[in-house]
């Protein structure tokens, strides 16, 4: 029965990550063409970090997802601690909504952000693809948040209010020191949602402001090189980073 | 200085009148009016819903009164919020905050005064040996036992010298020993600090040990107000003589209405008996015994010592049969069937020198207290 279900783990593992580790390996197959195995090589790396112009797009990825994640933290955390401390009739509704941005899909949130910006004649670039970003990472940072401000003890804001403390003081002192956790957790989840989005960055961004992905996209449609696979190994050792770290900032102080 | 001021203040410290407050439509309160006086330990006493916590949360301003009116040390403060009243609540979770340490949960309300740090400091190490927790500053509220951070949490409002504490349930979630002894600490505590406190339980045991006054509760409205003593020996209703301890209730009619008395016909008596209540003959009333003050003897003793029966008949007896004893440890309870119907349970101390239960079940008995000791009251359905 244990072996069982120890070799029953080790499918599922395996189906979930042995593409990521065939992928991880290629990028050191010194082999450039074939699948077939040819040493073990740091070539690719090496190129990879000499390509300008994807060293460029990498850059302009970093600068949105920092950005996009720094916006959607603060925007998502007054969102949750709206709706945490106000009953206003439209709560229930938002509340929904934020659930409604969450599970729809890239295209649609991609699409209606192009007409959107169309109608409103803005040039696609830099801002829209922030604009984008936000757009997506807003709903995930506000429910983090207000699910831990759900978890709280309502009497420690009264707590602070007994003590003396007004609104601001009750926001500084208590409940911001008490929330940051989950606001960082946030921030990294934004962080890697904006990293690796492919679909609404497609519609919102023009040729002005070139991201990874996209870059990864349009070199992976000429063959596939193994600068790609050098590039996603990468990839996956900053998200796996930001994941370990959302984690420990969830965990911390429970 | 306050001395002078509080015995020229005869105003009550915390004034509610006619307090209503609604919640969904639900009373929690109706028409309450309540004084607290200056440096007493008050309890309001009352089952789990009784509007007893709100009282408390209109005090210290979480809540507004729907109608009627708060004054806290003679002044009106409706409308004024918590972090601007003179009272300081312990919160039946604790509420201390999680982020901090015991120094800085300690100092908040000091710091939320803008007190100069050597100052704070110098009262957080103060307040934490009168609460019994010196070196425990740097340590994590998460870290501590219940009883400590229940310390913590009244360090944390008593360091304010508030007018009064208020204390919601703060013994609830504390093991028995724990809470035994914490009663005991509150109670020192209260009277070293001179502050007034308003306790909330629905442990009557709790209320009594600790209270110069008991406020008894039930479904939004006070019921009695007195001492433990008077609420105990003297309640006003049946509902108060039932929530405050065991009771036995006999049914009875009122004969012959008096001044202070009143002609009682029950089970077989035909007395004179204490009424506070004003009676007309022929009104339905109940005769209230707590089960500490009967005294059961059986007949057999009773008809071989003259002197006994003597003694027993000054008093008032009803008769009986046995019906089974329940031990009790210190104590046992003599369950006893009225020969006119209705039951009653008598407590006993065992006898010095036969440790063994006296009575058995189908024993005929006499049941008798002194005379004086009953409470008649009129009659509830």
Known sequence: ?254 | MADIATQSTPEPVVRLRNVTKIYDGQHALRDVSLDVHRGEFLTILGPSGCGKTTILRLMAGFEGATSGSVAIDGRDVTGLPPERRNVNTVFQSYALFPHMNVFDNVAFGLRMKRRPAAEIAREVGDTLRLVQLEGFEGRMVGKLSGGQQQRVAIARAIINRPLVLLLDEPLSALDYRLRKQMQLDLKHLQRKLGITFVLVTHDQEEAFSMSDRVVVMNNGHIEQIGTPVSVYEEPCNLYVARFVGEINIIDAEVVEPGEGRARVRAQGLDVFMRAGHAFKAGDKAHILLRPEDLRVETLKDLAEDPELEDAFSRGRSIFGSVEETIYKGATYDVVVRLDAGGVVTATEFFNEDDETVYFRAGDRVAVSWVEGWEVVLPYEK
């Not at chain 1, 077939?36 to 060293?55: C, E, I, P, Q, R």
């Not at chain 1, 962080?191 to 992976?220: K, N, W």
């Open chain 1, 1 to 254: 029965m244990r072996t069982l279900r120890t070799v029953y783990a080790g499918l599922v593992y395996l189906f979930l990550y042995l593409p990521l580790a065939v992928m991880v390996a290629y990028s050191f197959n010194s082999s450039r063409f074939s699948m077939a195995w040819k040493g073990v090589t740091l070539d690719w790396y090496v190129k990879l970090f000499g390509n300008s112009s994807l060293m460029q797009a990498a850059l302009h990825s970093l600068v949105i997802a920092v950005l996009s994640a720094t916006c959607s933290s603060i925007l998502g955390t007054l969102v949750a601690m709206a709706l945490h401390r106000w009953r206003f009739p439209s709560r229930k509704v938002i509340r929904t909504s934020l659930f409604v941005m969450m599970m729809s899909p890239d295209i649609v949130i991609g699409i209606s952000l192009l007409v959107l910006f169309m109608a409103l004649s803005l040039p696609l670039g830099f801002w829209t693809l922030l604009m984008a970003h936000v757009t997506l990472c807003v709903p995930f940072v506000a429910i983090t948040v207000f699910g831990r401000l759900h978890g709280f003890d309502p009497h420690v804001v009264e707590a602070a209010r007994d003590l003396g403390a007004g609104e601001y003081e009750v926001f500084r002192y208590v409940v911001l020191p008490m929330v940051f956790p989950a606001v960082l957790a946030g921030w990294f989840l934004s962080f890697t949602l904006s990293v690796d989005d492919v679909i609404i960055s497609f519609f919102t961004t023009g040729p002005t402001f070139e991201v990874l992905p996209l870059r990864i996209y349009s070199m992976v449609r000429l063959g596939l090189k193994p600068e790609v696979n050098a590039l996603c190994a990468v990839m996956i050792l900053i998200t796996v980073v930001a994941v370990m770290l959302s984690q420990r900032f969830l965990k911390e102080k429970q």
